[in-house]
Structure formats: C-alpha cells, structure tokens
C-alpha cells in the first residue's frame, strides 16, 4: 500500500512536469524512467526512505539563503530558534578531587599537633626547671663541702702550728707528749672528714634522687602524651575519612541530578527547537510561496533571479554526488519546496540539467 502511495505521487509529479517542460518547450531526455530504474515503481519506497535525510539537507540549506536573502532585502527576519532558547540550564556542576590520605593525615596532623607540642613543651618547662633547681642546690652543696673541708684543714694546720709553738717553748719537740698531741689533731681533722663525706653524701644522694624522680615523670608524661596524640590522630583521621566520603557521596549525587536535569532539559529543547524549526520553516516557505505567486502575475527583479541563480547552482552543487537517478529522485519528491526556493524555470532547468549530464 505504501508502496502504490509512493508510486502514485511521483508519477503525478512527474506528469506535472512533463506538462511544464512541454509548455515551456523543453526536451525531457530520458525522462521516462526505465521499467527496473531505481527512480520509478516500488524501488521508490526504500529511497524515499534512504534520501528523505539527504534531499531535506538541500531544501534547509535553501531555505536559510532565502531567509538571508529577505532579511537584507526587506528587513523581514526569521530568527534563529537555536538564539531564542538557552543551549543549557548553566548548572555548573561541583568541581572538587578528593582528598589523598597523605592530605587527610597532614590534616588530621595540623590540627592535633599544636596541643601536643603544647603538652610537651610545658612537661620539658617543668623538667627543665626542677632539674635546674636541684643542679644548682647541688652546686650550692659542693661549694659549701669545699668551704667545709678548707676551714677544717686550715683549723686543723693552725692547731698543729700553735701545738708546735708552745712545744717548742717548754723544750718538748722531741717528746712523745709533741707526737701525741700531733696525732690527736690528725684524728680530730680525719674525723671531720669523715663526717663530711656522711652528711654530704646524704644531701649528694637526696639531690640524685629528686633528678631520677623528676626525669621518670617527665618519661611518663611524654610517653603518655605519646600514646594519646596517637590514639587521637587515628580517631580524628577515620573521622576526616568519614567527612570526605560523605562529602564525596553529596557532591556525586549533586552532580548526578544535574545532569539528569541537563539530559531532560536537552531532550526537551529538541522536541522544541525541532518544533520550533518546522514552524519557522513553514513560515519562510509560505512567504516565498506568496512571493512566487506574485512574481506570477508581476515578474521577477533582477536581484531575485540572481539569487535564484545563486540556489540553482548550490543544488546543482549537492545533486552532483548522486547519480542522475538518485538525484530526479530526489528532485521529484523535492518539487514543491524546490519550485518555490527556485522559482519555477529554475526547476526545470534543474530537472533537465540533471537528465542531460
């Protein structure tokens, strides 16, 4: 049935043009089609099918000329329905890269790092102090044993010194009472040092002690200072590992959804700018319609047939790739749109151009 449709147009086409040909004296060679031709019978289904996207190709090439053509000519436009309607919704969609776990752990890193070195700083102060005082008691200590000993030894070289004296006054130099008394002045000094090595060697052990607790504290501190700054920093890297996957998931989705919107909102625009198209381009050939009728009963100006002229040579142009049956094909299922775009002795002309070359 569709086939027989087919048929029936093109060969009611076809008589039109032979009666305008003939009217206008012209010699259709090779007009009628052969019985097996491509361009005739039911082989014209399948290429109405396959040239429909080649043949509208031309007529919207003509049809953008002949609205060039009027809007320089009489200031008529037809604008663009690809200006009227925005390309895109412009939703920008989030552009953000995760974060690498070395930027997760610095992260984590910067912002526990300050109290850590603020514990540590402080539990240094604190050693660094005690351990100042009691090394500077120490010292102290050493200076007040040495002052110690130097007075007793002075004492006790004075005492042997008068001890002598008086000695030698009463003539007992020699005398066991001389090397007695010697003997008990050495026992007193070496007792007094003895008793210094006791006393200070307790002071001496009390401050050796005091640093050893100190320097264990600080250890302690430090160490648990340690293990809390590492706990925290792996808690506070799994939180910031939570926040970005979060934030990775909230701007996929984001980005998701607006794409969908941007594939609607495209699919939309082109039902619409085809709608849109169809219309304006109904339109333009309506006036180049009107337009040729008027020509009809009152001529064509010259600016017009070299504009026609102009067209005719770009169809002759796209029709020179085709075969001479594919392109009558074309032309005859292209005649109402091509007679009024070319006006109609340039159609023929065309057709007979086509049949002849």
Same mark, same amino acid.
């Given at each position: $049935? ?9 060969? #009611? ?62 200031? &008529? ?19 953000? &890269? ?11 890193? @910067? ?8 514990? &540590?700083?402080?539990? @240094? ?9 009691? #090394? ?26 008068? %001890?002598?004296?008086? $000695? ?7 005398? @066991?009472?001389?090397? %007695? ?20 060697? +307790? ?7 005091? +640093?050893?607790?100190?320097?264990? &504290? ?49 699919? #939309? ?6 709608? $849109? ?51 009558? %094909? ?9 007679? @009024? ?6 159609? $023929? ?9």
């Amino acid at each position: $049935m569709a086939e027989n449709k087919v048929k029936e147009k093109a060969d #009611e086409i076809l008589d039109k043009i032979k009666k305008a040909f003939r009217d206008f004296g012209y010699k259709l060679s090779g007009a009628e089609p052969d019985a097996g031709s491509d361009a005739d019978g039911a082989g014209n289904a399948d290429a109405d099918s396959s040239y429909y996207a080649d043949r509208t190709e031309l007529i919207d090439r003509l049809i953008e000329m002949e609205a060039d053509y009027r809007a320089k000519q009489t200031g &008529v436009e037809f604008p663009d329905p690809e200006e009227s309607v925005p390309p895109s919704l412009n939703e920008k969609p989030i552009e953000y &890269v995760g974060k690498s776990e070395e930027e997760i752990a610095a992260e984590a890193e @910067t912002a526990l790092l300050p109290d850590y070195e603020k514990n &540590v700083n402080k539990a @240094t102060e604190k050693y660094d102090s005690e351990t100042d005082t009691l #090394e500077n008691l120490r010292a102290e200590l050493e200076a007040k044993e040495s002052t110690d000993r130097a007075s007793t030894k002075t004492a006790a070289d004075e005492a042997r010194k008068e %001890y002598t004296g008086d $000695m030698i006054l009463q003539g007992l130099v020699n005398s @066991t009472i001389m090397s %007695y008394g010697n003997e008990l002045i050495n026992r007193a000094e070496a007792e007094a040092y003895s008793n210094y090595d006791k006393e200070y060697d +307790l002071k001496y052990n009390e401050i050796r002690d005091k +640093l050893a607790e100190a320097e264990a &504290v600080y250890e302690n501190a430090l160490r648990e200072y340690d293990l809390t700054y590492a706990a925290d920093l792996e808690a506070k890297i799994s939180k910031l590992k939570a926040e970005e996957e979060s934030r990775l998931k909230e701007i996929n989705e984001y980005n998701r959804k607006l794409a969908e919107r941007e594939a609607a909102y495209q699919r #939309e625009r082109a039902t619409m700018l085809q709608e $849109m198209q169809k219309e304006r381009s109904e339109a333009i050939l309506e006036t180049a319609a009107k337009e040729a009728e008027y020509e009809k009963e009152n001529g064509i100006s010259a600016e017009k047939q070299a504009e026609y002229a102009r067209r005719t040579d770009a169809a002759k142009e796209f029709y020179s790739a085709y075969d001479k049956n594919q392109a009558h %094909y074309m032309l005859l299922m292209s005649s109402d749109e091509l007679i @009024t775009l070319l006006g109609s002795r340039n159609y $023929m002309l065309l057709l007979n151009w086509n049949l002849t070359r």
